[in-house]
């Protein structure tokens, strides 16, 4: 027997039934997927209560503080893709700007990362060959992730920008 869809055309009943499969497979992965994630969420907080408690107690040392921020930062992409996750869920669509956005947090926490630990290597008495060829190195770095950075934050206005209805002229 087949049926007809909204179109009033003819669908073959293997058709529908494969149809109805995918969609419950797909709702499945939704939903494990975004349990996955807050999970995730959840330990990374954890971890980074429990480095920045460490940071306090070590009275700030640089290593615990950056390991602290890496880690409130990991905690906000994983929040920012399970958004994501939600959202594709409800609409049945994917939007690339929280891909973009998640992008940018990571650019940035990448950044952030590396300022504060060569911070550490310009102190006086650590300087060596060594050091020279991670300074630049990491300028290298430095620069293609604020052209990145530039790159993602000029895209997110665009679309936006795209979405904003147009005041009639």
């Known amino acids: ?60 040392t640089a290593d615990a503080l950056v390991f602290s921020i890496d880690r409130s930062l990991f905690v906000l992409m994983v929040v920012e893709i399970l958004y994501t996750v939600r959202v594709s869920f409800r609409s049945g669509t ?8 998640v992008g940018l947090i990571a650019s940035i926490r990448r950044v952030l990362v590396i300022t504060l630990e060569t911070s550490q290597v310009n102190q006086p008495g ?28 000029i895209s997110i206005y665009l679309l936006r920008r795209s979405h904003r209805p147009q005041a009639p002229k």
């Open 1 to 60: 027997m087949d049926f007809k869809d909204e179109a009033g055309s003819v669908v073959p009943r293997i058709a529908v039934l494969a149809s109805a499969a995918f969609v419950r497979v797909e709702i499945t992965a939704y939903i494990t997927l975004g349990l996955l994630l807050a999970l995730s969420a959840l330990l990374g907080i954890w971890s980074a209560a429990s480095s920045l408690w460490s940071a306090f107690l070590e009275h700030g």
């Open 126 to 153: 650590k300087w060596s060959a060594d050091s020279q060829s991670l300074l630049y190195s990491t300028m290298l770095e430095l620069t293609v992730l604020g052209g990145l950075i530039l790159v993602m934050v």
């Open 94 to 101: 994917l939007g690339s700007e929280p891909f973009l956005i």
